[in-house]
Every structure is written in structure tokens, then in C-alpha cells.
């Protein structure tokens, strides 16, 4: 059973910081390319951040500058590390990941989600 573990979240002021992580357990043959989504109330589920096996790395506009996307291959685990915090980056995060687990097999997998909120 692959499982995907957020942990991080939390309530900061406008201008704070904080980091996220999502570790992969499980039974896997490999991870290919890892993001964080978020979604506020009343919008649709947006990408934030991906980052791929190689370590290319994409950002929506508005965290660009702000946020900064890592993996750590060896731990299964990847991090977004937020600055510079908003109120409109009240949201909750989610992790995702398209895993192989199997030579031929690849599935998107979703975390259940960290709550991050910003107070003004």
C-alpha cells in the first residue's frame, strides 16, 4: 500500500514562513515527478509547485520567487519550503506523485492534504 504523508502545515502571520514535507511509503519501484497542489474554498485545486526525478522544477506565477521545491530521492521525500506567506496562500496542500510500482506501472498518487493558513 503506497501512502503519501504530509506534515507541516499550519497558522502563520502575513510575511512568516513555513515548510511542508510528503514522504512516499510503501512498496514502490520508483518515484517519477512529485508537486504540490492547493486548493482554497470555493476554487479548484491548483498546482503550486513540481519538481521531477532529475530535479526540473515549475512554479504557478504567484509563488514564483516565494516558494522553492526540493526532493530528497534517498527519502522518498519532498519538501516546499513557503516565504514571504500571503493571505491568498490560505489553502490546503496537497502532495502528488506519479509512482511506478511496478517496471511497466505508473500511479498518481494524492496525499490526504495539510491545512496552511495565513492570518493578515
Known amino acids: 500500500q503506497v501512502q503519501l504523508q504530509e506534515s507541516g502545515g499550519g497558522l502563520v502571520q502575513a510575511g512568516g514562513s513555513l515548510r511542508l514535507s510528503c514522504v512516499v511509503s510503501?512498496?514502490?519501484?520508483?518515484?517519477?515527478?512529485m508537486g504540490w497542489y492547493r486548493q482554497a474554498p470555493g476554487k479548484q485545486r491548483e498546482l503550486v509547485a513540481g519538481i521531477t526525478s532529475g530535479g526540473a522544477t515549475n512554479y504557478t506565477d504567484s509563488v514564483k520567487g516565494r516558494f522553492t521545491i526540493s526532493r530528497d530521492n534517498a527519502k522518498n521525500t519532498v519538501y516546499l519550503q513557503m516565504n514571504s506567506l500571503k493571505p491568498e496562500d490560505t489553502a490546503v496542500y496537497y502532495c502528488h506523485a506519479y509512482i511506478r510500482i511496478r517496471s511497466w506501472r505508473e500511479v498518481a498518487y494524492w496525499g490526504q492534504g495539510t491545512q496552511v493558513t495565513v492570518s493578515s
Open positions: 510503501g512498496s514502490i519501484f520508483s518515484i517519477n515527478t
